[in-house]
Nanobody, 125 residues
Framework: QVQLVESGGGLVQPGGSLRLSCEASGLTLDFYTIGWFRQAPGKEREGVSC????????YYADSVKGRFASSKDNAKNTVYLQMNSLKAEDTAVYYC??????????????????WGQGTQVTVSS
């Protein structure tokens, strides 16, 4: 049974940094595409970052390029999202998700069938 558990969220001032963790169990990271998504109140869930198991590339939404970085530690079966230069508009619940499907759009929410419970990130002074 696949289980994803996010941690590391919290309250941070604009310009600050946070590192989110997604600890996975019941799967091997190399065989799954792992995505980070976020959902702000009243908005649809959107993709933030993705580590593809098919091409090994890491993809980022335009809104976070140059500020966010995703990485993984196979030994710990954990994926990380380092978030720097945070802005108020980054405020959202952040989720990690996993899929074995090869997605045309790596940020297709419907393509992921395993989701964590989410962790709240609030950027405010």
């Amino acid at each position: 049974q696949v289980q994803l558990v996010e941690s590391g969220g919290g309250l941070v001032q604009p310009g600050g940094s946070l590192r989110l963790s997604c600890e996975a169990s019941g799967l091997t990271l190399d065989f799954y595409t792992i995505g980070w998504f976020r959902q702000a109140p009243g908005k649809e869930r959107e993709g933030v970052s993705c580590i593809s198991s098919y091409d090994g590339n890491t993809y980022y939404a335009d809104s976070v390029k140059g500020r966010f970085a995703s990485s993984k530690d196979n030994a710990k079966n954990t994926v990380y999202l380092q978030m720097n230069s945070l802005k108020a508009e980054d405020t959202a619940v952040y989720y990690c998700a996993a899929t074995r499907l090869r997605l045309f759009n790596v940020f297709d929410v419907d393509g992921y069938d395993n989701w964590g419970q989410g962790t709240q990130v609030t950027v405010s002074s």
